[in-house]
Every structure is written in C-alpha cells, then in structure tokens.
C-alpha cells in the first residue's frame, strides 16, 4: 500500500485492494455454494441433510478462522510503523496458532457433532448425510487454518489479487470434484451430498500448497522469508494474536451461528421448510460475500493508516467502504425481491421447495442493507483494533434481541418459520446501529488525541 492524498486515489486504491478480496470471497463460499446445489440436484434429503451439515460448519469455521483475521491488523500496524523486520516472527506464531486450533477443532467436533445432529428434528437420511458430510469437510480443517494465516499475511501487504488467483484456480477443481463423488463417475463411489464434503476438502488442500509456494518463492512475499526457519514459540506473541483475534471470532461466531441456531429450532418443521430455508440462507450468504469483502479491505486499509498515524486519512477510508457497501447492497434487494423465484430454481424442482424458498428469498433480501453496514463497520474497528466492545454489541444485538424476537414470532404468531427470518432482520439492524456508534466514538477520541499531541 501507498500513502494516498486526495478522496479519488483512496477510491481506486480501495478498489484495488476490495475486487480482489471480493472475488476470492464469492469464489471460496461457492464451494459451499456448489456443494449445495448440486447435492439439491440429487435429492431433497440431501440438499437438507449438506444444508444443515453446512449450517453446523460455517459458524464454526468463521469463528476460529476470525481469530487468525488478527494476523492482518498486526501485520498491517507493523508495515505501516515501519517494523518490517518483525512480520515474519508474528505471522509464524499465527501459524503455530493455527496448528493449535486445528487440534482443537479435531477434538471438540468428534465429540460434539453427533448429540447436536441429535437435538435436530430430523429424519434419519437426513441426519446421516449431514454427520457425514461434516466429516469428509474435517479432513480439510487443518489446511484452512493455515491458508487464512497466509492470507492474512498476503492481503496486510496489499497484494490481494494473489489470493483471488489462488481460489479462482481451485474453484473448478471443486466443481469437477463435486461431480465425480457426488454422482460417482469415472469409476469413483455415488456419495451423494456426502461426496461434496470430501470435495471440499481435498481443494482446501490444493489451496494451502500452492499458497504456502507461492509465499516461499515469489516476491514480495518471498523476502520475509517464511518457513525459512522455525522461530522458537513466543506466548507473549500468542497472547497479541489471541487478545485481538478472540473478539474478532467471537463476533462472526456470534453473527454466523445466530442462523445454525435458527436452523436448530426450525428442525420441528418439515424436511422441505428445512431445505427451503437453507436454500434461501445460502443464497443470502453467498450475496454477504461483498460486504464481508469491504469488511476485510478496510481492516487492511484502515490498519495501515491507523499504523501509520494517519487518522483522518482512516476516517475517509471508513466512509468510502460503508458507502460503497451501502449502494452494491440497494442494487442486490432489488435483484433479489425480481428475480427470487429464478434464484429458488437453482436450488431444486421440487414445487414445495421452490414456493417456500422464494419467500425466504423475500426476507434476504431486506436484510441485505442492514449487512451492507454492519460488516464494514466491524471491518474498520478491527483497522484500530477495536474488538472488544464489537464483541459485546454483536452479541448482545444477535442472541439477546434477534433470537429470542424470531421464536416469538415463529411460536405465537401466523409468521410460522418466517418470523424466524424476521428475528435476524431485527438483529442486524440493531448490530448496524450500535457498531456505527461505537466506530463514530472511536474515530472522534483518535481524532482528538491527535490534536491533543
């Protein structure tokens, strides 16, 4: 990145930095993406049983691998104040880090999986492909760790177009892979939804590899000189990584697992109301890609100026994504709220599923603003390393309000399973309002001690 003076550089470096992000986003959850539509294809136990495995895993993913998010904040502080010499150490204890978490992802799952299918009201099949499904996805744990390290690493030094090679390269390797297990062709086992799992985690390999050659051959990357040597373990540099990196998983856990939580509760419902709503979550997901995408380009941004002492040079980055975010997400309602009945097609032919999706659709679609703020915001508080207070508000604005507001509707209204939907709306709107606070406070106490030095 490069010192930039004028609103019109800081927009097209943002962009620079955002595209690349952005279509590294979209092309790593359309594995997830794929991975459902095409086990939809095959049968409406097994788009409920890889949507509900998925439902399990992406809360789960999201929040481990958004402690190791901390490794771009560090990274960025240190490049921006000049400390280039301590990048390497920092991010081979992110990856000593990684190695831990992975360990603990392998225990907690095996134990936990099983009696949490348990609770969900659900059908045998189905139950059997969603345990299933997670397991074939476990095999690609321990490489996803590492590569957000890597990518945390990749993307603080503003070359973010080498990540979106790296998962546009593997995309189709997936797709070619979901085929082949799924509907077991050129000699392989029919696995059903199941082999979309075993898909998944053979490209997360492939991903790591070419990531971790790419860091030991090329440059920029090159010269920090990563696994040339394994530095000895440093719990004080833990200890930086984990106190930034915990709120920062906490939050997305928070956020994402609000919707694992819903589909835990909607399970009373039938297998196509099931299918239904992961159908529409997954689509929704898939559209949250762009502003998580403005999220992790202004924590890059933000980090740098802020690194730098530059605090009003952060401010104006802050109001380029949220704005920026604000207009892609009133483009995509519109899209969503016309075309929802083709949308739903993608998902199944079944009559049901496709009526029942379409009106999921509806409720993506409001709830696309209220994302298109909060994400971003989150995204430039961890820029000043600001998570803590995050934490709590996503907390308090998901579980405490949008939850509890979503079963009362669900059970005491005619809403049924959509009052569900209508909780995560309430939710996020409440997230967007009190983070926007907590980043105006927070950018107004900088700006004042920089005119109190």
Known sequence: MIETATTRAKVRQFLYILIPIMVTQITM???TFFDTIMSGRYSADDLAGVAVGSSLWMPVYTGLSG??????PIVGHLIGGGRREQVSFSVMQGVYVALVISAATYALGFVLLEPVLGLMNLSENV???AFEYVIGLSFGILPLFLTAVLRGFIDALGKTRTSMIITLMALPLNVAFNY??????FGFPEFGGVGSGYASAITYWLIFILAAWIVWRHEPFSTYRLFYQLPHVALSKWKEILVLGLPIGLSIFFETSIFSAVTLLMSEYSTNVIAAHQAALNFASLTYMIPMSVSMALTIVVGFEVGAGRFHDARRYS???????IGVAAVGT???FTFRDAFAHLYSTDA???ELTAGFLIFAAIFQLSDAVQAPVQGALRGYKDVNVTFMMTMMSYWVIGLPLGWTLARWTDWGPYGYWIGLITGLTCGAITLSVRLWLVQRKKALSRIGA
Request: charged share 15%; glycine share 6%.
């Open 127 to 129: 139950r059997r492909i």
């Open 319 to 325: 109001l380029i994504g949220i704005f920026m975010a």
């Open 352 to 354: 049901e599923v496709l």
């Open 67 to 72: 402690i190791l998010l901390s490794i771009t």
């Open 334 to 336: 519109v899209v969503i």
């Open 29 to 31: 959850f359309s594995m």
């Open 180 to 185: 082949v297990l799924i509907y077991g062709k």
